[in-house]
């Protein structure tokens, strides 16, 4: 089968590997749609502690056909079509027993998306595995990975009517969506005026052109809940200094490992302005964010982009790097056609 190989950063290949054989517990996943996000960007160009050692696989976000399973498995039969999760949690860490899978002390990945067929760990299997619902184009389901960060990012803090998001790139959109379904009045700074409009169709009461300066605190600023969704250190410094006395800042969007950036102490101590964070998923977040998807409220189907072929994975990769418009790229088997 044909798999993308990653052996070293920004040296991404197409190759033939051995076809998956399912163990015990384990079930082997025909891939049916993956999607690309500036994660995977990212990942290509600088690594990511998930990748693990070259060559890596990659791809995060798919789902697909059940094509075989190993012995004990239940939950899923030969056919059923379904999304994976890329992770699981252990369910006996100190973490996991309070509640926060995210920060699961053994959080086992499955990366390889981008290939023909993956193999599912049995815990992955038993965990983290959900059958697609009525309505989800099979192309659109793998959103839920990133959508259910964004209803992690959302379950972590309290909505109020007040809320800015600085990013309009695919979370910015997805979280400005789930603002205004909570009841907030999202506003949606970004610095390209094209996502901006998309913003529109995706619950945002404002949107406004980003300058990177003052113009963005006045227009944007005094929120009760700001939600950084850009992974820049500026871009956190900026979310910071928005948030209204007694605020909350959610600093969503990831930045590189050791990236330091600075905060006055007076908006934390006189202000009362509380910094958070939030990391990744947990199971229950992947199964309301395909209920998400089946609500239909949105046009989530805007956030994807050209279908492509696995073997044009590594240019339109690597053409996310300039491209400004959030959409994702579905990307579609190598023994798939397009369409």
Known sequence: MKAALVYA?????????????????????????????????????????????????????????????GEGVTNVAV??????????PCGECRQCL???????????????GFAEKVLLPERVVRKNLHRIPDGVPLALAPIAEPLACAVHALDVVEVPERVTILGGGSLGLMLSALV???????????PHPERLELAKRFGAAKTVVATRGPD??????DAD????????????????????????????GGCARDTTFTVGTARVHYEEVTLT?????????????????????????????????????????????HDPQPAKYSVITASSSPG
């Open 277 to 321: 964070g939030t990391y990744h998923h947990a199971p229950r977040y992947l199964a309301r964010a395909l209920d998400v998807l089946a609500g239909n409220e949105y046009p989530w189907a805007e956030l994807l982009g050209p279908q492509i072929t696995l073997d044009q994975l590594p240019d339109a990769l690597l053409g996310r790097l």
């Open 9 to 69: 950063p920004g040296d991404l290949r197409i190759e033939e590997v051995p076809d998956p054989v399912a163990g015990p517990g384990e079930a082997v996943l025909r891939i049916g749609a993956a999607a690309s996000c500036h994660t995977d960007v990212k990942s290509l160009l600088r690594g990511h502690p998930s990748l693990g050692p070259f060559p890596a696989r990659l791809g995060h976000e798919f789902a697909g056909t059940i094509e075989s399973v």
């Open 225 to 252: 809940l700001v939600i950084e969704a850009v992974g820049r250190p500026e871009a956190w410094e900026l979310a910071v200094a928005m948030a209204a006395p007694g605020g909350t800042v959610n600093l969503f």
């Open 216 to 221: 963005d605190i006045a227009h944007g600023g």
């Open 180 to 190: 205004a379904s909570a009841g907030g009045k999202p506003t949606v700074l970004d």
């Open 79 to 88: 056919g059923d079509v379904v999304f994976s999760g890329n992770s699981a």
């Open 98 to 112: 309070r509640g926060r899978e995210s920060l699961c002390q053994d959080l086992l990945y499955v990366l390889g």
